[in-house]
């Protein structure tokens, strides 16, 4: 979501701010039309745009960044601070969209350390602004991991619906079955039809109640439940479709469904 997942408050706080825009979790994203991407990020006056993937050990773009930022620092006007070395750089973006892993990826990469920020497949993780963590000596950067922050006025219900399929909304507020039927559209759509191998469908389906049945017999989340007859009390086997669609979203956001750009 490289247009979607940008908060528009960003852009009034950053005016006068050297700011880097980085599109992570690149190993999960359909690049194709990223030329296109950054030709409609070049038209909103963004220029500085790296795609990384911060769970690769050894990703170049995640090597490009502390360049990059030197090179715009050094650029801007540093309100007479030129004799001070040391850079403290704030990483701000919507919730859950690999903040906190940027910055363990650089500790990894230029000082050979672990973990200094909780990570996680939710948003919520980081909840206050931390202290600085340093992540380079030469030069001497620190970085303030920040909590996610949403645009209280999102766009429109599409983008809305994008930015709860990639987790930066709690599931639970838009509903498990609302967003797997966004997903299900989506894949289709885009003709990504990984999920009907992944899940043995035997081919594509565009409706979601076929497809969750299905999902929840095949992963074995069904229950027993009562049903009147003239009879008597029959119990009946369904399908578990909360737990269905719960598998489905999050099989996307590991990338087992196939690599996807909503925007």
Same mark, same amino acid.
């Given at each position: 979501?490289? +247009?979607?997942?940008?908060?528009?408050?960003? /852009?009034? &706080?950053?005016?006068?701010?050297?700011?880097?825009?980085?599109?992570?979790?690149?190993?999960?994203?359909?690049?194709?039309?990223?030329?296109?991407? @950054?030709?409609?990020?070049?038209?909103?006056?963004i220029r500085?745009?790296?795609?990384?993937? #911060?769970?690769?050990?050894?990703?170049?773009?995640?090597?490009?960044?502390?360049?990059?930022?030197?090179? +715009?620092?050094?650029?801007?006007?540093?309100?007479?601070r030129t004799?001070?070395?040391?850079?403290?750089?704030?990483?701000?973006?919507?919730?859950?969209?690999?903040?906190?892993?940027?910055?363990?990826?650089?500790?990894?990469?230029?000082?050979?350390?672990?973990?200094?920020?909780?990570?996680?497949?939710?948003?919520?993780? &980081?909840?206050?602004?931390?202290?600085?963590?340093?992540? #380079?000596?030469?030069?001497?950067?620190?970085?303030?991991?920040?909590?996610?922050?949403?645009?209280?006025?999102?766009?429109?219900?599409?983008?809305?619906?994008?930015?709860?399929? #990639?987790?930066?909304?709690?599931?639970?507020?838009?509903?498990?079955?609302?967003?797997?039927?966004?997903?299900?559209?989506? @894949?289709?759509?885009?003709?990504?039809?990984?999920?009907?191998?992944?899940?043995?469908?035997?081919?594509? #389906?565009?409706?979601?109640?076929?497809?969750? !049945?299905?999902?929840?017999?095949?992963?074995? !989340?069904?229950?027993?439940? !009562?049903?009147?007859?003239?009879v008597g009390?029959? /119990?009946?086997?369904?399908?578990?479709?909360?737990?269905?669609?719960?598998?489905?979203?999050?099989?996307?956001?590991?990338?087992?469904?196939?690599?996807?750009? @909503?925007?």
């Amino acid at each position: 979501i490289p +247009l979607s997942g940008r908060n528009p408050v960003f /852009k009034e &706080t950053l005016g006068v701010r050297p700011h880097l825009l980085v599109l992570n979790k690149m190993d999960i994203a359909d690049l194709t039309n990223k030329q296109r991407v @950054l030709k409609e990020l070049d038209e909103k006056g963004i220029r500085n745009v790296l795609f990384t993937d #911060c769970f690769r050990d050894k990703d170049v773009h995640v090597k490009k960044i502390v360049p990059i930022v030197t090179d +715009l620092i050094q650029k801007s006007d540093r309100y007479h601070r030129t004799e001070n070395v040391e850079y403290c750089l704030m990483v701000i973006g919507v919730p859950n969209v690999g903040k906190s892993s940027l910055i363990n990826a650089m500790r990894r990469m230029y000082l050979r350390k672990g973990k200094a920020s909780r990570v996680g497949g939710a948003p919520g993780i &980081t909840r206050a602004v931390l202290t600085k963590i340093q992540v #380079c000596e030469r030069p001497m950067i620190y970085l303030l991991d920040t909590p996610g922050v949403l645009s209280p006025h999102i766009e429109s219900v599409e983008v809305g619906l994008k930015l709860a399929l #990639c987790g930066t909304i709690l599931d639970h507020l838009v509903g498990e079955e609302t967003i797997a039927d966004y997903l299900l559209f989506t @894949l289709n759509k885009h003709q990504k039809f990984d999920y009907v191998e992944h899940y043995q469908l035997g081919e594509p #389906c565009d409706d979601l109640q076929t497809v969750l !049945k299905k999902i929840a017999v095949k992963l074995g !989340k069904t229950q027993k439940i !009562k049903a009147l007859t003239g009879v008597g009390d029959v /119990k009946v086997l369904m399908p578990n479709y909360s737990a269905a669609a719960y598998d489905f979203i999050r099989m996307f956001r590991k990338g087992e469904l196939g690599k996807v750009m @909503l925007d």
